[in-house]
């Protein structure tokens, strides 16, 4: 099957408005995205930062936050003029060997991102309601079945949903802020950068990290592709422009949530004489001591929404991670399920193994991970938004590509920086075998990591013709021969665009012949399609209508009356559809030649469709 990009929701909201209601109907992927920029992985490093330098650092978040928004616009433009998420492109730039320790990474960043959003979770129900940590990070993977709700009502719902857990974090530390009653001459003041030495600029290191997220990239790349758009200059214009006023509301609402995190700890803690404040459970025990009871309840229940938000969003950027770099498609239910047990699994083990005060440190050990793994998002994305040949006219200008490798470097630097720092620590404190183990696996890790990052930033230099504005067909249009006639009007034909079409499509022509209709049934099952259903205009789905027009045109250069339809989504169900709107009364189908065990992955549509329609069926199976 083709990969848009989260086909669930591709192109499911419509846009062709009219004034307000226009810009309305644009705004909510980047809310999606921000949450991701106030999880609770950020909530240790602001803690830390606000307790140790007061309010000092805040224009550290503040650059954080300029970055974050430049990476985003560059992301939310590469998923409109391409429509291509970041993982697709990855995929179609860079060679199968570098691809695969790409994915790899990426899926290892988003375990590390949902790791830090469940224990987050888990921490806020215990302050909350006294639920012991291993029982509130086991509760964590029912926001699985969430999800799935949240998505067969449709994209709006979820954003929705999105956006009322980011209003209760907002005005949870509003009413925080009243209590602890922060000198806001002094935080102003430290809106001004300053020199950064020692603890201070480690902890600046950590705060650029944890802001600037990876999995976000990937994120809204593909999440501005649930909006159908008009695919001319101007409607992409619109669309760029619109999706920019978007992520610049959604990611100062971020700025806003981590500065008063920040705030909080230097009001709280650092003006009170704790300075060494790095713990979310002892941040809550100390807000509690120092003014009340109400205090740590409201900085429970955003960390609850923060968790609960970021997770939905992390999840969902492991799916387009998953068909974007490897083009594999697994059921819903299991995608989202093995990426919360990804997460779930260490943080039982640690709390088994090492008792839940290791958690904490579980906290920061997720930050160096992301760390690890956001130039190799960074990188790729800047190179496809310079490459005039992919972008034309949407090339980025020369300031924007200054400024994005300019901020690209500072990222790059700072997080190796962290990583050496991380790496040279846990040698300090290990020894024997630990400190083998160390020098045997972990450092020649970083050092093959160095060397795919410093590929992926060379490889487009010296190749420059990647990726160009041209259309592949999937395949070329087989040679069929002529069938014997039958009594059906018009027979249904699904493509997948395998090897087994040829065989299908003559099968159907020997059951119809030239007085019968067919019409060509293809259906695109990635995450961006179900998603975004008809609107879905992306890059795959123009492949798609090329290579369906292409064999159509075939048929009726041989003589028979043929069409073709698309359908997005769940295949069964949209197969059904169109059988009943185009009158279909018989059907063609190829069989995957999956096992038992792969039905169960990858779902068993020729079941499913036998129970969706009610019209004969016939099964080609693959010629072996």
């Given at each position: 099957?083709?990969?848009?990009?989260?086909?669930?929701?591709?192109?499911?909201?419509?846009?062709?408005?009219?004034?307000?209601?226009?810009?309305?109907?644009?705004?909510?992927?980047?809310?999606?995205?921000?949450?991701?920029?106030?999880?609770?992985?950020?909530?240790?490093?602001?803690?830390?930062?606000?307790?140790?330098?007061?309010?000092?650092?805040?224009?550290?978040l503040?650059?954080?936050?300029?970055?974050?928004?430049?990476?985003q616009?560059?992301?939310?433009?590469?998923?409109?003029?391409?429509?291509?998420?970041?993982?697709?492109?990855?995929?179609?730039?860079?060679?199968?060997?570098?691809?695969?320790?790409?994915?790899?990474?990426?899926?290892?960043?988003?375990?590390?991102?949902?790791?830090?959003?469940?224990?987050?979770?888990?921490?806020?129900?215990?302050?909350?309601?006294?639920?012991?940590?291993?029982?509130?990070?086991?509760?964590?993977a029912?926001?699985t079945?969430?999800?799935?709700?949240?998505?067969?009502?449709?994209?709006?719902?979820?954003?929705?949903?999105?956006?009322?857990?980011?209003?209760?974090?907002?005005?949870?530390?509003?009413?925080?802020?009243?209590?602890?009653?922060?000198?806001?001459?002094?935080?102003?003041?430290?809106?001004?950068?300053?020199?950064?030495?020692?603890?201070?600029?480690?902890?600046?290191?950590?705060?650029?990290?944890?802001?600037?997220?990876?999995?976000?990239?990937?994120?809204?790349?593909?999440?501005?592709?649930?909006?159908?758009?008009?695919?001319?200059?101007?409607?992409?214009?619109?669309?760029?422009?619109?999706?920019?006023?978007?992520?610049?509301?959604?990611?100062?609402?971020?700025?806003?949530?981590?500065?008063?995190?920040?705030?909080?700890?230097?009001?709280?803690?650092?003006?009170?004489?704790?300075?060494?404040?790095?713990?979310?459970?002892?941040?809550?025990?100390?807000?509690?001591?120092?003014?009340?009871?109400?205090?740590?309840?409201?900085?429970?229940?955003?960390?609850?929404?923060?968790?609960?938000s970021?997770?939905?969003?992390?999840?969902?950027?492991?799916?387009i991670?998953?068909?974007?770099?490897?083009?594999?498609?697994?059921?819903?239910?299991?995608?989202?399920?093995?990426?919360?047990?990804?997460?779930?699994?260490?943080?039982?083990?640690?709390?088994?193994?090492?008792?839940?005060?290791?958690?904490?440190?579980?906290?920061?050990?997720?930050?160096?991970?992301?760390?690890?793994?956001?130039?190799?998002?960074?990188?790729?994305?800047?190179?496809?938004?310079?490459?005039?040949?992919?972008?034309?006219?949407?090339?980025?200008?020369?300031?924007?590509?200054?400024?994005a490798?300019?901020?690209?470097?500072?990222?790059?630097?700072?997080?190796?920086?962290?990583?050496?720092?991380?790496?040279?620590?846990?040698?300090?404190?290990?020894?024997?075998?630990?400190?083998?183990?160390?020098?045997?696996?972990?450092?020649?890790?970083?050092?093959?990591?160095?060397?795919?990052?410093m590929?992926?930033?060379?490889?487009?230099?010296?190749?420059?013709?990647?990726l160009?504005?041209?259309?592949?067909?999937?395949?070329?249009?087989?040679?069929?021969?002529?069938?014997?006639?039958?009594?059906?009007?018009?027979?249904?034909?699904?493509?997948?665009?395998?090897?087994n079409?040829?065989?299908?499509?003559?099968?159907?022509?020997?059951?119809?012949?030239?007085?019968?209709?067919?019409?060509?049934?293809?259906?695109?099952?990635?995450?961006?399609?179900?998603?975004?259903?008809?609107s879905?205009?992306?890059?795959?789905?123009?492949?798609?209508?090329?290579?369906?027009?292409?064999?159509?045109?075939r048929?009726?250069?041989?003589?028979?009356?043929?069409?073709?339809?698309?359908?997005?989504?769940?295949a069964?169900?949209?197969?059904?559809?169109?059988?009943?709107?185009?009158?279909?009364?018989?059907?063609?189908?190829?069989?995957?030649?999956?096992?038992?065990?792969?039905?169960?992955?990858?779902?068993?549509?020729?079941?499913?469709?036998?129970?969706?329609?009610?019209?004969?069926?016939?099964?080609?199976?693959?010629?072996?």
């Amino acid at each position: 099957m083709s990969s848009e990009s989260l086909s669930e929701v591709h192109s499911s909201v419509k846009t062709d408005k009219k004034g307000w209601r226009k810009i309305l109907s644009f705004l909510g992927p980047a809310y999606l995205v921000a949450v991701g920029y106030m999880d609770p992985g950020n909530w240790a490093t602001d803690i830390a930062g606000g307790s140790q330098f007061g309010y000092k650092l805040i224009w550290v978040l503040l650059m954080s936050n300029l970055i974050a928004l430049l990476l985003q616009s560059l992301s939310a433009r590469l998923g409109i003029v391409k429509g291509l998420d970041l993982a697709q492109a990855s995929k179609e730039a860079y060679p199968r060997w570098a691809n695969i320790p790409l994915y790899i990474l990426a899926e290892i960043a988003i375990a590390a991102c949902d790791l830090a959003e469940i224990v987050g979770m888990a921490i806020g129900l215990n302050l909350l309601f006294g639920l012991p940590l291993i029982w509130g990070i086991s509760l964590t993977a029912l926001d699985t079945i969430l999800l799935l709700f949240l998505l067969r009502r449709g994209m709006r719902t979820m954003e929705m949903f999105i956006i009322s857990l980011v209003f209760i974090i907002g005005i949870s530390f509003v009413v925080e802020m009243f209590i602890t009653g922060p000198v806001y001459g002094d935080v102003v003041k430290g809106l001004v950068p300053s020199k950064l030495t020692g603890d201070a600029l480690y902890i600046a290191i950590r705060i650029i990290g944890a802001t600037v997220m990876p999995h976000n990239l990937y994120l809204h790349s593909s999440l501005v592709q649930t909006r159908k758009i008009e695919r001319s200059f101007k409607g992409i214009t619109k669309a760029i422009k619109y999706n920019f006023i978007d992520t610049i509301i959604a990611l100062n609402l971020a700025f806003f949530v981590n500065a008063a995190i920040l705030v909080l700890a230097g009001a709280a803690f650092y003006v009170h004489g704790y300075y060494n404040v790095a713990e979310i459970q002892d941040a809550s025990k100390l807000l509690e001591n120092l003014f009340g009871g109400i205090a740590p309840t409201f900085f429970a229940i955003a960390l609850i929404a923060a968790g609960q938000s970021s997770t939905i969003t992390g999840t969902l950027a492991g799916q387009i991670v998953m068909e974007g770099h490897l083009d594999l498609r697994i059921q819903p239910w299991l995608r989202r399920l093995i990426t919360r047990l990804l997460a779930i699994i260490p943080a039982l083990f640690t709390i088994l193994y090492f008792g839940e005060n290791a958690l904490g440190s579980l906290l920061v050990l997720s930050q160096v991970v992301l760390s690890l793994q956001l130039g190799f998002a960074v990188i790729p994305l800047i190179h496809f938004n310079s490459n005039r040949k992919m972008m034309k006219e949407f090339t980025i200008k020369l300031w924007v590509k200054i400024l994005a490798w300019l901020s690209a470097a500072i990222i790059v630097y700072l997080n190796i920086t962290l990583v050496i720092d991380e790496i040279s620590a846990w040698i300090a404190i290990a020894s024997g075998t630990s400190k083998l183990l160390i020098y045997l696996t972990i450092i020649p890790i970083a050092v093959a990591c160095l060397f795919l990052l410093m590929y992926i930033l060379v490889q487009p230099l010296l190749k420059k013709s990647y990726l160009e504005d041209n259309v592949e067909f999937k395949e070329e249009a087989p040679v069929f021969m002529e069938g014997a006639p039958s009594n059906y009007k018009n027979i249904g034909i699904t493509i997948d665009f395998s090897v087994n079409d040829e065989r299908v499509i003559q099968t159907a022509l020997e059951q119809g012949g030239k007085s019968c209709s067919f019409t060509l049934i293809h259906i695109v099952e990635s995450a961006a399609a179900r998603y975004l259903g008809k609107s879905a205009m992306d890059n795959e789905t123009r492949e798609d209508t090329a290579s369906l027009e292409k064999y159509s045109n075939r048929l009726q250069e041989l003589g028979y009356s043929a069409t073709y339809q698309i359908g997005f989504g769940n295949a069964a169900l949209e197969i059904s559809k169109i059988v009943t709107s185009q009158k279909v009364d018989f059907l063609v189908m190829g069989s995957h030649g999956h096992n038992g065990i792969q039905d169960l992955i990858f779902g068993t549509t020729l079941e499913s469709v036998r129970h969706e329609v009610h019209i004969p069926i016939l099964i080609v199976n693959e010629k072996k």
